[in-house]
């Protein structure tokens, strides 16, 4: 069994705190689920652009307003109860109009030190014996 607080995760190199968003990511890929699962906080007023090409993404709303736009597509406003799931790998914009807290599962799962590249891509990365590549 698996038991971890999110107190616990704060303030370490599992705690993952960028311009526009902080995710604290609770299980990741060294923890053998085969997903991942974060505690993320979309801060107020930011706009992030995503891509996730090499994950599904399902994510429910805990806190706060805001929306996203599929590139392309539709806009969904975002709040407390709402889940979508990235299940095509769209391309999408990520507003919070207030901070938005979300709980975030991926597959596969992240091993918890990916950040968005210049095209909101969380990279693919794999292990070996432990080590990446």
Not at 23 to 35: C, H, I, T, W
Not at 50 to 78: L, Q, S
Request: glycine content about 10%; proline content about 5%.
């Amino acid at each position: 069994m698996i038991v971890k607080q999110l107190d616990d995760i704060k303030g370490t190199s599992h705690d993952i705190d960028t311009p526009t968003w902080n995710s604290r990511r609770l299980l990741l890929k060294q923890d053998g689920m085969g997903f991942s699962m974060h505690d993320t906080v979309i801060k107020a007023g930011t706009e992030t652009l995503i891509w996730y090409r090499n994950h599904v993404e399902a994510v429910y709303c805990i806190e706060g307003e805001g929306e996203i736009e599929v590139i392309g597509g539709k806009t969904y406003p975002i709040s407390p109860g709402m889940l979508y799931a990235l299940d095509g790998h769209e391309k999408h914009l990520l507003r919070a109009r207030s901070q938005l807290r979300m709980v975030c599962v991926f597959n596969p799962p992240l091993t918890g030190t990916e950040v968005h590249d210049q095209d909101g891509v969380y990279p693919l990365i794999e292990e070996e014996n432990g080590v990446q590549r």
